[in-house]
């Protein structure tokens, strides 16, 4: 995945996580289907982003390729789980922290 469709991806989840939009992320994984379709996997089990049910129906409705077989929808696009999880864990971090 290159940066700048990382950076694209961050910055969409991030915004995503307080505004939860189905429609979003269904246009999202249009424009970006195994990329956006890991993520949203991945958030899916991840307690601490919440809306898991939305984002695993998403996931089995239109991304069933990822649904089935992950380890290969993130290599073919070059999805880091851990990389992602931590750079999307700094953003909100960073979004919730008060300004000085």
Do not use: I
């Not at 995503?16 to 899916?44: H, I, M, V, Y």
């Not at 990822?66 to 789980?81: K, L």
Request: overall charge positive; glycine content about 4%.
């Amino acid at each position: 995945m290159n940066r700048q469709v990382e950076q694209q991806l961050l910055s969409f989840c991030t915004h995503q996580q307080a505004r939860f939009n189905p429609g979003a992320w269904a246009e999202f994984l249009k424009a970006n289907p195994d990329e956006g379709a890991c993520a949203a996997a991945t958030l899916s089990r991840a307690r601490w982003y919440g809306h898991a049910q939305d984002l695993q129906a998403l996931v089995r409705q239109l991304a069933p390729q990822v649904a089935q077989g992950w380890p290969a929808a993130a290599e073919r696009c070059g999805f880091n789980r851990e990389q992602f999880v931590s750079r999307l864990r700094e953003q909100l971090w960073q979004r919730r922290e008060p300004k000085r």
